[in-house]
């Protein structure tokens, strides 16, 4: 499915299917200029995604020879056909540290071993993380072996004949970058403001207390002039102000929910605490969550508890093993 969002520049969505997956679809942006193109953001490494972005991308015309990618950040629903452009020659535009967190993934597999480590550690159980072995991001990742150039906060990158205003914004991953036309008022926001699912906040190795990040990045853009936001997945909207707001108030709540959860059951783990929280599943139980979505609630918890650490809220013990907390 095509769907035109801006007349100058001209603008289109080329809606990818992510079979499976409840983020549905990924949106990919493509800017129409005299005689360049830009796609921003690619779908995951499989068929269902090539073959609905390069039929939308035949469908507008877009020379591939003259085309440029932007990779707002590392996921691989966001990076995974990234190949299918290098491979024509087309330039890659990235933030460093993203690119090299993909790069790392791919070649040995230590982030996500990190991870799993990690995850053990705060007490789930390792049949729950093996469970994870084949999971989407690791199955449809991208190939690792292309090259970008890297932009980073503030740099104006002109692209199919548009200038573009980078605007990092980490908390999602480290080197989110947002895209803002201040004449127009257009903000391609990717999975940093998403409208009607709260973007995933994790822990990460290389972004300590990314949930504080994540607040303060969330403030970078709730001011800007929006006539129009385009996130990475789900529909466009223009209330920027509302919803950045409205992100914020749910994560007040949930660690609020997280230190009276810790209060009541002290020297939990985060394995223990996460299904006191509450969570979107479709009305499903913690028990009954989709191994993905457990793996994904424990990243967000653990967010959320290395946030309450930081500002001294909770406390930190290791017992057989094992990290437990402790409400202050
Ligand atoms: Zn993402």
Redesign the pocket.
């Known amino acids: 499915m095509i769907e035109k969002m801006w007349d100058s520049p001209l603008m289109y969505r080329i809606e990818v299917p992510l079979p499976d997956n409840p983020l549905r679809y990924l949106n990919s942006y493509v800017v129409c200029g005299s005689d360049r193109w830009l796609v921003i953001d690619t779908g995951f490494n499989r068929e269902e995604c090539r073959e609905a972005l390069f039929s939308g991308l035949s469908q507008l015309q877009v020379d591939l020879a003259r085309t440029d990618l932007f990779l707002t ?1 590392l ?1 691989a ?2 990076t995974g056909l990234v190949g299918d452009f290098a491979g024509q020659g087309c330039q890659v535009y990235m933030n460093g540290d993203d690119y090299q967190y993909l790069v790392d993934s791919a070649l040995d597999g230590r982030t996500w071993k990190y991870t799993e480590q990690l995850f053990m550690k705060e007490g789930m159980p390792p049949e729950d993380i093996e469970k994870q072995f084949s999971n989407q991001a690791r199955k449809f990742s991208p190939d690792p072996s292309f090259s970008i150039h890297p932009v980073g906060d503030g740099d104006v990158v002109t692209l199919a004949g548009v200038d573009f205003q980078v605007i990092h914004t980490p908390g ?2 480290k080197g ?1 970058s947002c895209l803002w036309l201040p004449k127009e008022g257009l903000l391609v926001s ?2 940093h403001v998403l409208f009607d699912i709260t ?2 906040i994790q822990r990460w190795q290389n972004l300590p207390d990314a949930l504080a990040c994540y607040l303060h990045s969330l403030d970078k853009v709730r001011d800007l002039p929006a006539r129009l936001v385009l996130p ?1 997945h789900r529909k466009a909207s223009s209330a920027l102000k509302e919803r950045v707001d409205a992100i914020k108030a749910h994560h007040a709540n949930r660690l609020q929910e997280l230190w009276q959860a810790a209060k009541d059951h002290p020297g939990a783990t985060a394995f223990e605490l996460a299904p006191h929280l509450t969570w979107s599943m479709r009305g499903k139980k913690w028990p009954e969550f989709p191994p993905t979505q457990k793996w994904f609630a424990m990243g967000e918890t653990l967010s959320h508890v290395e946030y309450l650490l930081h500002h001294g809220r909770l406390e930190q013990e290791e017992k057989n093993g094992l990290y437990i907390y402790y409400a202050i």
């Open positions: 950040h996921h629903d966001h999602h991953t989110l990717s999975d973007p995933n990475g």
